[in-house]
């Protein structure tokens, strides 16, 4: 399994900006698919992000497509998720997530085995 940690997290206004941070350790981690879900109280956690571990490709739910951009820097280990135009929707505690291979696309929850515990972002009105 990848060890992931999460940072980056807080308060912003509406139309603030903030990057998400996921440090990935482990002996594969540079080279999987990673994501970036978020979940609210009483919901499922759903996909946001993710990014291939082979050609970058990138994927993005619907909501959060030219606002939201995932990176990554393979010489760090780090995952990165820019959030720019921020709406109060946005709030949830935001989670990285790792597959066992190299693909990424739009898949949900079952596509991954490997989570790090989250940071709150909170977007007020």
């Known amino acids: 399994q990848v060890q992931l940690v999460e940072s980056g997290g807080g308060l912003v206004q509406t139309g603030g900006s903030l990057r998400l941070s996921c440090a990935a350790s482990?002996?594969?981690?540079?080279?999987?698919?990673m994501g970036w879900f978020r979940q609210t109280p009483g919901k499922e956690r759903e996909f946001v992000a993710s990014?291939?571990?082979?050609?970058?490709?990138?994927f993005y739910t619907k909501s959060v497509k030219g606002r939201f951009t995932i990176s990554r820097d393979n010489s760090k280990g780090v995952l990165y998720l820019q959030m720019n135009s921020l709406k109060p929707e946005d709030t949830a505690v935001y989670y990285c997530?790792?597959?066992?291979?190299?693909?990424?696309?739009?898949?949900?929850?079952?596509?991954?085995?490997?989570w790090g515990q989250g940071t709150q972002v909170t977007v007020s009105s």
């Open positions: 997530a790792a597959r066992k291979g190299p693909a990424a696309g739009t898949g949900g929850i079952s596509y991954y085995d490997s």
């Open positions: 482990g002996r594969t981690s540079r080279h999987v698919g």
């Open positions: 990014i291939s571990g082979d050609d970058g490709a990138t």
